[in-house]
């Protein structure tokens, strides 16, 4: 099955700078990546997502980029407001079987 | 607007009794999922529903069973929690299995004591 990775599990950032998560797949049939945020007690949030035929989106301030060659996968956050701070999660999904979390990242964005 | 709602938010039961946890859709979506999350770990899927069809992981306790009366209501029952059943409990739907954005309800916290 698909394994993904995540690094760094903790990010701390000072507000106004950039962060950056990665991520790394094991199944080269994965072809859907998306990226959650999840507040402390709450749900999963859909930030961005990508396809495996696009190699890089972006929505104000959040980037995603894709290299399918390397199988890996990263968040880009600019300016980051204390907002911002949450655990982000990678995921894949390869064709039909299930989504595959990372293991998560603990964004705190310093004031 | 709530599309994907969970009750009860925080749910307290007694080692070994049943306890249900609902969730309901207003996305009209074929599939249902239930996943359980630990503290600081990732969600983890427990089984979902496409349309009628169950669809149970593997590793998947058999302490926990889910009914689908119709599409918009998924129920997740825990038959006899133990205390390593406290968890959030988080709902999510899509309109097609795994090929679709999965879109999570708010979870239920449960506690055993």
Known sequence: GENVEQHPSTLSVQEGDSAVIKCTYSDSASNYFPWYKQELGKRPQLIIDIRSNVGEKKDQRIAVTLNKTAKHFSLHITETQPEDSAVYFCAALPGNEKLTFGTGTRLTIIP | ?113
């Open chain 2, 1 to 113: 607007d709530a599309m994907v709602i969970q009750n009860p938010r925080y749910q307290v039961t007694q080692f070994g009794k049943p306890v249900t946890l609902s969730c309901s859709q207003t996305l009209n979506h074929n599939v249902m999922y239930w996943y359980q999350q630990k503290s600081s770990q990732a969600p983890k899927l427990l089984f979902h529903y496409y349309d009628k069809d169950f669809n149970n992981e593997a590793d998947t306790p058999d302490n926990f069973q889910s009914r689908r009366p119709n599409t918009s209501f998924c129920f997740l029952d825990i038959r006899s929690p133990g205390l390593g059943d406290a968890a959030m409990y988080l709902c999510a739907t899509s309109r097609e299995p795994f090929r679709e954005t999965q879109y999570f309800g708010p979870g239920t916290r449960l506690l055993v004591l």
